[in-house]
């Protein structure tokens, strides 16, 4: 795996070989790869770059300085955003665990070896938080009903993190009377 290319990981459609990613990345890293559109090939070279640097070399001082300059590497700003939202109890903390990685989905009970399926029991597809609140053809029907929209839409599309940032952040856009990160919340704990 260290001479792959990005290319590598995708099939002959240019779309993301998802088989290829999930058999050989932890799962948590492999639904924020394929959550992502693959990019279109534009002649450039494919290469391993340091995104933390200006050029994209990698230097055990600029780790070094990333490290000791970002304290909070390891914190998700997202939870951040989720322990101030103001609504109810119970769905901050459903956020959070959706945030989090804590939800018993059926990918982590695999993981876990408390099932023999990662499956959703409504589709054949592998059930992750995001599987569960966006991708699932039960949810997008939901989605797509309640928001008036179609499955290309911009809001299917993204990772969990930018999805869930992006939708708890819209302030002032309204579903009816109700405020759109209100609808967004509580139509998760509705998922449920």
Known sequence: MNDDMVVDFRNA???WNTRLIRDLLPSHIANKIVALHPLVDVGQIDMVAWMWSMDGSFSIAFAYAFIVGH???HKNPLTEIVWNW???LRIILLLWWLVSN???TNELR???KMTDSGSCPR???LETELHLFRDCSFARKVWCSLLNITVQHP???GDLDSWC?????ISGEKIGEVEWNLVFCNRCVVEL
């Open 13 to 15: 459609n240019g779309e």
């Open 123 to 125: 589709c054949t597809s």
């Open 86 to 88: 103001k609504g109810p």
């Open 165 to 169: 940032m992006h939708n708890l952040r």
């Open 110 to 112: 695999l993981h876990k």
């Open 102 to 104: 804590g939800l018993p």
């Open 155 to 157: 809001f299917f599309s």
């Open 71 to 73: 304290n909070d590497l």
